[in-house]
């Protein structure tokens, strides 16, 4: 008998990633494709289509397809659409019936962060969990919120935006116009704009003082604090703790079991773990204390897009 797998579809502003993955999360192969930003959606898929095929072509002896799962920046899962996202020059176009050109199966598509979150509930560290928070600290703050099970959508099914929740509305401008919302601090950009504003009001020495704005990235900062620099430590410090403040109002909503933490900028593991999760407990209303746990991803680095696209399609199927 054939193995059952579906396609896992993750659309990024650089690349397009995609595999094949069965229903406990066992991947078959998995390549990508250029998504090149500023064509249009037709074109993407136009391109995508024969890679898949080919990479198909080699289990298609062995394996059926059974449907498709897409993650992309500003999907619905209601509509099926991705809707004016910010790396991509799409406007608003319908993804599922595209992919109905191509194929006749069951297809869905999400957020990244809400395919992220199927994905843990399925494959990672959310097994057997029902209700959970995902956040992933990639360039921005995005979040998946699971409640009883199912992903919370909202009546638009943009519910969950956590990163747009905002820390200080006289902070810093937002990609999304206004100031302060949660991502300007706590993900791999805000991190950056952290270590720019110590640089500037302290005289600590620091071997972050020779790198440029544009040069610095969360690693190199994260390669510092590990090796005991105190200002790229104080940064992370900062990160943790506003990171720790917003998640506490975001557990006075749904009272998760679990927040898990997924992304470039969650790969600093204790670093901003452990600082997110004191500042957590000190902001928690009482009743939830020492209740939540604050967890990294359970997902295989690399190809943990793929798995929560994947996943979210599986998550369909399943109902």
Same mark, same amino acid.
């Given at each position: ?5 579906? $396609? ?9 990633? +995609? ?7 066992? /991947? ?25 095929? #080919? ?20 999907? %619905? ?13 799409? !406007?608003?176009? %319908? ?14 598509? =999400? ?5 992220? &979150?199927?994905?843990?509930?399925? +494959?990672?560290?959310?097994? !057997? ?9 990639? =360039?921005?703050?995005? /979040? ?14 943009? &519910? ?8 200080? @509305?006289? !902070? ?9 919302? $949660? ?30 704005? %544009? ?7 994260? *390669? ?25 109002? &975001?557990?006075?909503?749904?009272? @998760?079991?679990?927040?898990?933490? +997924?992304?470039? $900028? ?11 999760? #004191? *500042?957590?407990?000190? %902001? $928690?209303?009482?009743? +939830? ?6 967890? @990294? /991803? ?19 199927? #399943? #109902?």
């Amino acid at each position: 008998m054939k193995t059952e797998v579906t $396609l896992g579809v993750d659309i990024g502003g650089t690349n397009t990633a +995609f595999g094949f993955v069965d229903i406990d999360g066992k /991947s078959y192969g998995s390549s990508s494709i250029p998504t090149k930003p500023q064509n249009s959606a037709a074109d993407l898929f136009a391109r995508l289509h024969p890679e898949v095929e #080919k990479l198909f072509a080699t289990i298609a002896d062995t394996h059926v397809l059974k449907g498709i799962g897409v993650g992309a920046p500003n999907g %619905n899962y209601y509509r099926g659409t991705v809707e004016n996202p910010p790396n991509l020059n799409w !406007g608003v176009v %319908n993804v599922v019936e595209i992919l109905k050109q191509y194929y006749n199966l069951p297809a869905a598509i =999400t957020n990244d962060a809400n395919a992220s &979150a199927i994905g843990e509930m399925l +494959f990672g560290a959310a097994k !057997g969990m029902k209700d959970f928070i995902v956040i992933t600290l990639g =360039t921005g703050l995005g /979040s998946g919120v699971v409640v009883n099970g199912e992903l919370v959508y909202g009546s638009d099914g943009f &519910a969950g935006e956590i990163g747009h929740t905002v820390y200080d @509305p006289a !902070g810093r401008q937002c990609g999304c116009g206004r100031r302060g919302c $949660l991502e300007t601090y706590s993900s791999a950009t805000g991190i950056r704009r952290t270590v720019m504003e110590l640089l500037a009001s302290s005289n600590e020495e620091s071997a972050l003082r020779n790198v440029s704005y %544009n040069d610095l990235d969360s690693k190199m900062i994260y *390669s510092s604090a590990i090796a005991g620099d105190k200002l790229a430590k104080e940064a992370f410090e900062i990160t943790g703790k506003i990171l720790g403040l917003k998640l506490a109002d &975001a557990v006075a909503v749904t009272s @998760p079991e679990a927040i898990i933490l +997924f992304g470039g $900028l969650a790969l600093a593991g204790n670093m901003i773990i452990d600082p997110a999760k #004191k *500042s957590l407990e000190e %902001n $928690l209303f009482h009743v +939830f204390r020492n209740k939540v746990k604050v967890l @990294p /991803s359970g997902l295989p680095e690399g190809n943990s897009a793929v798995l929560g696209a994947a996943a979210l399609i599986w998550n369909e199927i #399943k #109902k």
